[in-house]
């Protein structure tokens, strides 16, 4: 559906994206991570023709995209972008926000606003929306021009929890039932990791790792991308200490061993083994997370067991079988 060939996007100069052969193919579901400014937004508009290239080109369905500054009205009629500064009109009912530029039929419309949920929402007047319902309002707005291709800009960032799930439940039922492509850029771990079938991990412009969500978490390239998708720690002092948990044949002196806290078994039989001391306990509701100190390195460990104490201890031993060196 989306292939790229050599991109380049330059802001004052400098360098803000940069890509080289990349393709998305049709019914794909893509998560965008990164720091802030790392270019995941610029990279949403450039898909959607809604900026322009200085280098390369980007074509959609085997047709080259024209950029911001080669069409008179931005963007494409089969690519829908909402943006996380959606607007819609003030003091309109919603039903007359969304007969502009219907492609459905009556009764297609009424099925993509029970997806959407906002069936019941159709007579009350955008100003009197919460702002879960106004994204959903905007999002089927989008949708009524029948894209094949959705890209969502931080959907989920303005939204308590309720609307949150009611929000992810509303995308993936319009993936399922409309067959789009979507591209979505996050900064949520969850939303990164239970949804897409690959992750591009994003930082100053360029694409620094992709692949599916169990590669990018368990098999980070670096410690930037290891830190994007959740807490974790490395070894830096292996010989003292990591030989204890991972067997020698699997050491490599050249690099850190990578552990996430769910890594850790504790008080286990198992061997090898290490003891550590508890410094420190956070309560995330379904597990604690654990700081513990072994000779002299504090270590996240992660916990469902609610009666360890701080100043306890523990033995710990590593509950995978490939440990991960970066």
């Not at 809604?50 to 009205?73: A, P, Q, R, V």
């Not at 020698?248 to 504790?266: A, M, S, T, W």
């Not at 410094?279 to 916990?303: A, D, P, W």
Request: charged share 25%; net charge negative; hydrophobic share 40%.
């Amino acid at each position: 559906m989306i292939k790229i060939n050599d991109i380049k996007k330059n802001v004052f100069d400098n360098i803000v994206i940069e890509i080289g052969e990349l393709e998305i193919i049709k019914r794909e579901k893509i998560v965008i991570v990164g720091e802030t400014g790392s270019g995941k937004t610029t990279f949403l508009k450039l898909l959607g023709g809604l900026d322009y290239l200085d280098e390369g080109s980007i074509f959609f369905n085997k047709e080259k995209l024209k950029g911001s500054n080669e069409t008179l009205i931005p963007g494409h009629p089969s690519i829908a972008y909402l943006s996380q500064y959606f607007e819609l009109f003030n003091n309109y009912f919603v039903n007359e926000i969304l007969s502009y530029k219907n492609e459905y039929s009556t009764e297609e419309s009424v099925e993509l606003f029970k997806i959407c949920k906002i069936d019941h929402l159709l007579k009350r007047k955008s100003n009197e929306l919460s702002g879960g319902e106004k994204q959903r309002v905007a999002l089927a707005r989008q949708l009524l021009l029948k894209p094949d291709l959705l890209l969502l800009d931080e959907p989920f960032s303005n939204l308590d929890n309720i609307h949150k799930r009611l929000l992810k439940e509303v995308i993936e039922n319009i993936y399922e039932k409309l067959e789009l492509t979507i591209v979505l850029v996050t900064h949520d771990v969850k939303d990164a990791l239970s949804w897409p079938d690959r992750i591009f991990v994003f930082k100053q412009g360029k694409i620094v790792q992709s692949g599916t969500p169990f590669q990018i978490y368990h098999e980070p390239i670096n410690e930037y991308c290891a830190g994007l998708l959740g807490d974790y720690d490395t070894l830096n002092h292996i010989e003292n200490m990591a030989m204890n948990i991972v067997a020698l044949e699997n050491y490599d002196q050249h690099k850190k061993l990578f552990v996430r806290p769910e890594y850790f078994k504790i008080n286990s039989s198992n061997n090898p083994a290490v003891f550590g001391v508890i410094e420190r306990i956070l309560f995330y509701g379904n597990y604690n997370l654990l700081f513990v100190n072994i000779n002299g390195q504090q270590l996240k460990v992660q916990s469902f067991d609610t009666s360890l104490e701080i100043g306890e201890k523990i033995m710990l031993c590593l509950n995978k079988e490939t440990p991960w060196f970066i």
